[in-house]
Nanobody
Framework: QVQLVESGGGLVQAGGSLRLACAAS????????VGWFRQAPGKEREFVAG????????SSGDSVKGRVTISRDNALNTAYLQLNNLKPEDTAVYYC????????????????WGQGTQVTVSS
């Protein structure tokens, strides 16, 4: 089992930045892929970014491409999501997720989920 706890959400003005953190426990973190998703009220959950267990392979969703950076520190069992040039449409609950690194990279299936952290962007 893996436990994930997100932090770093909050209220920010449009154009601002936030860095979200995802602290993991319960299983060797370095063997896991980590992903970030978000869900706004009335909308489906959306993939934001993912990082392979050996950092160096990353991907991001089309709606945030060029504005987000995903990274990880395996020694700290923590992954990060840097959000820049935030827009009101980025307002959502952001979730951290993890999966075994054996999962196909293109898959959006994740096995473990955190409780989420709220990001609100004011115009």
């Amino acid at each position: 089992q893996v436990q994930l706890v997100e932090s770093g959400g909050g209220l920010v003005q449009a154009g601002g930045s936030l860095r979200l953190a995802c602290a993991a426990s319960g299983r060797t973190f370095s063997w896991l892929d980590v992903g970030w998703f978000r869900q706004a009220p009335g909308k489906e959950r959306e993939f934001v970014a993912g990082i392979r267990w050996i950092a160096g392979r990353t991907s991001s969703g089309d709606s945030v491409k060029g504005r987000v950076t995903i990274s990880r520190d395996n020694a700290l069992n923590t992954a990060y999501l840097q959000l820049n040039n935030l827009k009101p449409e980025d307002t959502a609950v952001y979730y951290c997720a993890a999966r075994p690194s054996s999962t196909a990279w293109e898959s959006r299936k994740y096995d473990y989920w955190g409780q989420g952290t709220q990001v609100t962007v004011s115009s």
